[in-house]
């Protein structure tokens, strides 16, 4: 990609993790309500290319996607307790105007940054826990409808289904990435859930790459890591966009300890995406995990598992 990238809540856990991994190969833009401390900044990113906007602001968002091939948008509400004031403006208006501005444009490659609660209501009372076992066959794989466990994943479904309406109405290439749990170093400690939709940090990055590298028109992909324990099917980020992750939450215990024999050379030297080095990008040194930022935007999910939300 030779044009800059736009990445829409660059400060944020998901940004940092591709940032991270995959912070040196592309000219960014990044967008954020909040100021980014130079340490979340990777070194070739100049002041002109850092936009402090709120991304329902329809003016800052066209500014900030001028010129640029591709967007990686993270913004919003990341809550699945979030009310429904806050997922209407935050992630349903916010993408709107993100994506329009984008197809506008002309931008080539969109993609959107989904949610797992998009689908959140095929864990029903029946399927549940055996969906989370490894020797459970059950798989979503992107076809299926979307079928949200609370307004936040309903705001999720609007996002992937506006993602729709630009890809056919612009020809914009859009792929909706729903997002299962990103934890950093390890996989959720002792949450059957959370480790079968586990995405480490560099599968993270890589999947991400793989959605600027990638042809495609639209696509619904899981991302989570090569987990033993899965209910979601990573076929199609596979075959629509070479994805081919390293991690697997089966390597570590129940509690997230890394197990003794686990297989360290997975995947690698097949892409080059940096392990979980948290020095890539300048990035604090005592991050001990994917906890929520120091002054969150948002007031702390009650639900939130307390080491990994
Ligand atoms: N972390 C995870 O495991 C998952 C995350 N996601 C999605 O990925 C995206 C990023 O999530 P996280 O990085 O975990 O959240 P986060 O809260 O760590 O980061 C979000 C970033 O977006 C910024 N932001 C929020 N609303 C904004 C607005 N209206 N205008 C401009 N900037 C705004 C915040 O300042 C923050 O830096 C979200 O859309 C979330 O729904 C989906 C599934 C799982
Ligand atoms: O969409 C999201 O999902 C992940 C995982 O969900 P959880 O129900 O297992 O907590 C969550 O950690 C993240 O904050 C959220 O944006």
Redesign the pocket.
């Known amino acids: 990609m030779d044009e800059p990238v736009l990445l ?8 940092q993790a591709i940032l991270r991994g995959i912070g040196d190969d592309y000219d960014w833009r990044l ?4 100021p980014l401390p130079a340490a979340k900044v990777p070194s070739g990113v100049t002041d002109a290319d850092r936009y402090v ?4 602001d329809e003016r800052a968002v066209r500014e900030a996607v001028a010129d640029v091939g591709a967007v990686i948008h ?5 809550r699945k307790t979030a009310p429904w004031d806050s997922v209407l ?3 349903i208006d ?1 993408t709107q105007v993100v994506l329009r501005a984008a197809a506008e444009a002309g931008v080539e490659k969109f993609a959107f ?4 609660h998009a689908v959140g209501g095929y864990e029903t009372d029946e399927r549940t826990p055996d969906l989370y076992r490894p020797e459970d066959e059950y798989r979503l794989d992107g076809s299926e409808l979307p079928r949200p466990g609370n307004l936040y994943g309903v705001s ?1 479904a609007a996002g992937e289904s506006l993602g729709r309406f630009y890809h056919d109405e612009f020809g914009m290439s859009v792929v909706c990435v729903r ?4 934890t950093k170093d390890h996989p959720p400690r002792e949450y059957e859930r959370g480790q079968a939709m586990w ?1 480490s940090h560099r599968d993270c990055a890589h999947l991400f790459d793989r959605c600027l590298r990638a042809t495609y028109g639209y696509e619904v992909v899981y991302g989570i890591s090569n987990n033993d324990r899965r209910y979601y099917s990573i076929e199609r980020a596979r075959e629509a966009l070479g994805y081919d992750p390293a991690d697997n939450s089966a390597d570590y215990t129940f509690e997230g300890e890394p197990k003794p024999d686990r297989d360290t050379e997975t995947n690698g030297g097949r892409y080059a995406v940096g392990a979980d080095s948290s020095d890539a990008a300048g990035a604090d040194s005592t991050d001990a995990g ?1 906890a ?2 120091a002054e ?3 007031p702390t999910d009650p639900d939130a598992p307390s080491d990994d939300a």
């Open positions: 829409t809540g660059a400060g944020g856990r998901v940004g967008l954020d309500r909040e906007a709120d991304i329902t993270l913004a919003g509400d990341p403006r935050n992630n916010g940054a989904s949610s797992n999720k997002i299962g749990n990103l995405l994917d929520a930022p969150p935007n948002f």
